[in-house]
């Protein structure tokens, strides 16, 4: 979806806010759906290689994403990716790859191989520490008055009433909603897991006590 229809097109050529729903759903939406198609044993195959089990540790997995999302979007990088076909390429790959370091602690067939495992609540922590760098750059998106990047002042506008800076504003509420709204799904289907284990352990008869005579 993000890189096989318009949606490419229309995000290298003419709209910020269009490239930046490409950069949710290769960012945030891709690579948990990846991580979920691993079973336990390719998840420990994956994880025995010594630079994936560092690089999905949670403190780096949150510096690596983090780190991540903001150069992409610092003005001269994300403009120079509009501009070289071969950075563009680097640039997905790393999203894909910070993505799915991001997820990596959280999900139960990947975390089951961290060598720091995270309770229910950490990881409801953890995936709220993580909103904190895409509402950084949303943000920016959203108050800023002026173009940050000089690539989508010069192209045709495909919708003649949005000018550049109303389509970078689009762009930082495409980020800040949609994002936040890829990790709320993660982190219920991480609640409510919880909750259903708590509930079970609750049912669970007590065992008695037999006392001898």
């Given at each position: 979806?993000?890189?096989?229809?318009?949606?490419?097109?229309?995000?290298?050529?003419?709209?910020?806010?269009?490239?930046?729903?490409?950069?949710?759903?290769?960012?945030?939406?891709?690579?948990?759906?990846?991580?979920?198609?691993?079973?336990?044993?390719?998840?420990?195959?994956?994880?025995?290689?010594?630079?994936?089990?560092?690089?999905?540790?949670?403190?780096?997995?949150?510096?690596?994403?983090?780190?991540?999302?903001?150069?992409?979007?610092?003005?001269?990088?994300?403009?120079?990716?509009?501009?070289?076909?071969?950075?563009?390429?680097?640039?997905?790959?790393?999203?894909?790859?910070?993505?799915?370091?991001?997820?990596?602690?959280?999900?139960?067939?990947?975390?089951?191989?961290?060598?720091?495992?995270?309770?229910?609540?950490?990881?409801?922590?953890?995936?709220?520490?993580?909103?904190?760098?895409?509402?950084?750059?949303?943000?920016?998106?959203?108050?800023?008055?002026?173009?940050?990047?000089?690539?989508?002042?010069?192209?045709?506008?495909?919708?003649?009433?949005?000018?550049?800076?109303?389509?970078?504003?689009?762009?930082g509420a495409v980020l800040?909603?949609l994002g936040k709204t890829?990790?709320?799904?993660?982190?219920?289907?991480?609640?409510?897991?919880?909750?259903?284990?708590?509930?079970?352990?609750?049912?669970?008869?007590?065992?008695?006590?037999?006392?001898?005579t």
């Amino acid at each position: 979806m993000a890189l096989e229809t318009p949606i490419d097109t229309i995000g290298d050529r003419y709209l910020d806010s269009v490239h930046m729903l490409q950069h949710v759903l290769l960012g945030f939406v891709g690579p948990p759906l990846l991580l979920l198609g691993l079973s336990r044993e390719m998840a420990a195959r994956l994880a025995s290689v010594q630079v994936i089990r560092i690089a999905t540790e949670p403190v780096l997995a949150q510096v690596i994403a983090g780190a991540v999302m903001v150069l992409w979007h610092v003005p001269s990088f994300y403009n120079a990716t509009l501009q070289s076909e071969e950075l563009h390429i680097v640039e997905h790959l790393t999203f894909i790859a910070a993505g799915v370091v991001l997820y990596w602690p959280v999900l139960e067939a990947t975390s089951a191989h961290s060598h720091w495992r995270l309770s229910p609540v950490a990881k409801l922590l953890y995936l709220l520490v993580a909103t904190i760098p895409q509402d950084g750059v949303a943000l920016a998106l959203l108050f800023s008055r002026q173009p940050f990047y000089e690539f989508y002042a010069h192209v045709p506008r495909l919708v003649p009433s949005m000018s550049t800076v109303i389509d970078q504003t689009v762009a930082g509420a495409v980020l800040m909603v949609l994002g936040k709204t890829a990790m709320a799904v993660v982190a219920l289907a991480v609640f409510f897991r919880w909750f259903g284990a708590e509930q079970r352990a609750d049912r669970r008869p007590t065992p008695r006590i037999r006392t001898g005579t």
